[in-house]
């Protein structure tokens, strides 16, 4: 399974996405506004 790939882990499913490199002059900014839209759109985010 690729990590684009759902897996589901009894009633929870997990996705993994793609988001700018941190170490991007612009990374931090867009990571917490991908991040945000998630989490108003109801999808809890989980950063490792």
């Given amino acids: 399974m690729s990590r ?6 009894g009633d929870t ?12 002059s612009y990374g931090e900014n867009e990571f917490r506004r991908a991040t945000a839209a998630f989490r108003n759109a109801g999808i809890s985010v989980r950063e490792n």
């Fill in 13 to 24: 499913r997990h996705r993994y996405v793609t988001t700018p490199s941190l170490w991007l």
């Fill in 4 to 9: 684009s790939d759902a897996c589901r882990t």
